[in-house]
């Protein structure tokens, strides 16, 4: 099995501030691979150590088995990376912007890149000061993949996004893994993580938490369900089973939080006449309170 990406005991701080800590990963070839966290958890602290654009207190780090400081520049040669902060040269129109980058980088198959740009309906010709937020947003995107790297670096990469261009990335996501191309993407959006990702790493207050299958990331996971119902329900009938917990009645209406499978509610609440079932999917902080109970002191 290739790694790509591996790092021993990588920290920072900044100051006294914590940014990362104690961060050991793997990040096998020709998979796809999110790190996931709130704002501020470490994500892009993570990403500029990979890239050497800063370096750490104490740890390692390499990428295709190379030391990400003392070859940096082999490194980058392979690399496609989007910032999470993208600043562009305002003067120049989108096109030039491009073509400068595909200069630096030895050329690069300008076909590839218009196609890039019919897919994200990206115009070229206008100047990048008269641009949106998204569209700009798209020609990091554009630079990113257009030399087709081994390795892409993505942060937060669908911000600005309007659906369908979400859409579309998520399909160049996809013919990237099929094409054998590695994908390290930081987000902090669940749904986003479980369409295009194999494995995911969750990292709160500067900590590597757990890593998880996606196929397995909600088995885990606290859901809150709603059954209406024609007429009243007796409690007990759900509270005493394993999977449920917090259990409310309030006229014909039933809420509760289940962890697991929901046979056993189902098989309960086919007993009397349901008319609506309501399940409230979890979202992100749902995930780290499944994990660690809320406990604020757990991942810090």
């Not at 289940?258 to 992100?284: M, T």
């Amino acid at each position: 099995m290739d790694i790509v990406i591996r790092t021993e005991g990588l920290t920072k701080y900044y100051g006294k501030t914590l940014g990362i800590t104690d961060l050991n990963l793997e990040v096998k070839k020709g998979e796809v691979f999110g790190c996931l966290g709130p704002n501020g958890a470490g994500k892009t602290t993570t990403i500029r150590m990979l890239l050497d654009f800063i370096h750490p207190t104490r740890g390692k780090a390499t990428i295709f088995g190379l030391d990400t400081h003392k070859d940096n520049v082999k490194i980058k040669r392979c690399v496609g990376y989007l910032p999470g902060e993208l600043e562009l040269y305002k003067n120049l129109k989108g096109g030039e912007f491009l073509r400068h980058f595909a200069y630096l980088r030895g050329g690069v198959d300008w076909k590839h890149v218009q196609e890039l740009a019919e897919r994200l309906d990206f115009d070229m010709s206008k100047p990048i000061r008269s641009l949106s937020s998204g569209n700009k947003h798209k020609v990091g995107l554009i630079q990113a993949f257009m030399h087709k790297p081994e390795l892409l670096i993505l942060d937060e990469p669908t911000v600005g996004l309007d659906p369908l261009m979400q859409q579309e990335f998520y399909q160049m996501v996809h013919e990237a893994k099929e094409q054998g191309q590695t994908l390290f993407i930081s987000s902090h959006i669940l749904p986003e993580v479980e369409r295009i990702c194999d494995r995911v790493g969750f990292i709160r207050r500067g900590k590597l938490i757990e890593v998880e299958d996606v196929s397995d990331l909600k088995k885990h996971a606290f859901r809150q369900i709603e059954i209406h119902f024609a007429g009243s329900v007796p409690k007990e009938e759900f509270e005493n089973l394993s999977v449920v917990r917090d259990v409310m009645v309030e006229d014909s209406v039933l809420r509760f939080t289940v962890a697991g499978p929901l046979d056993a509610v189902i098989k309960a609440a086919a007993k009397f006449e349901v008319v609506n079932v309501i399940s409230h999917e979890p979202n992100l902080e749902d995930i780290f309170l499944t994990y660690y109970g809320g406990d604020e002191n757990a991942a810090s």
